[in-house]
């Protein structure tokens, strides 16, 4: 069973920096951290190919977020750099077991599981 536990959010000032992890249990094909700030819908940030290692990224976090991987620890990691007070979101982690084209690796649509959430505050 595909099992994801995030953690490492927090309060941090503009222009700070945070590091997300996912610890990932089971066989994926891809793992993509998202975000959901209130009253808007779940936004796909980035995201990382396990076979490859290939990693993509949503334009507006493009350049200051990084996507890796620890395969030894079975963890992703969203190393976010440059925060800004409209990155203030709960982040999520998901995987899927299925290939997927690129243009639906953000997407939040048939993701076979959830990570519980952390919440990530950037004041300014």
């Known amino acids: 069973q595909l099992q994801l536990v995030e953690s490492g959010g927090g309060l941090v000032h503009s222009g700070g920096s945070l590091t997300l992890s996912c610890a990932v249990s089971?066989?994926?094909?891809?793992v993509t951290w998202f975000r959901q700030a209130p009253g808007k819908g779940r936004e796909g940030v980035a995201c990382?190919?396990?076979?490859?290692?290939?990693?993509y990224y949503a334009d507006n976090v493009k350049g200051r977020f990084t996507i890796s991987r620890d395969n030894a620890k079975n963890t992703v990691y969203l190393q976010m750099d440059s925060l800004k007070p409209e990155d203030t979101a709960v982040y999520y982690c998901a995987a899927d077991r299925t290939p997927r084209p690129p243009q639906a690796f953000l997407s939040p649509t048939g993701y076979d599981a959830w990570g519980q959430g952390t919440q990530v505050t950037v004041s300014s």
């Open positions: 089971g066989f994926t094909f891809i």
């Open positions: 990382i190919i396990t076979d490859d290692g290939k990693a």
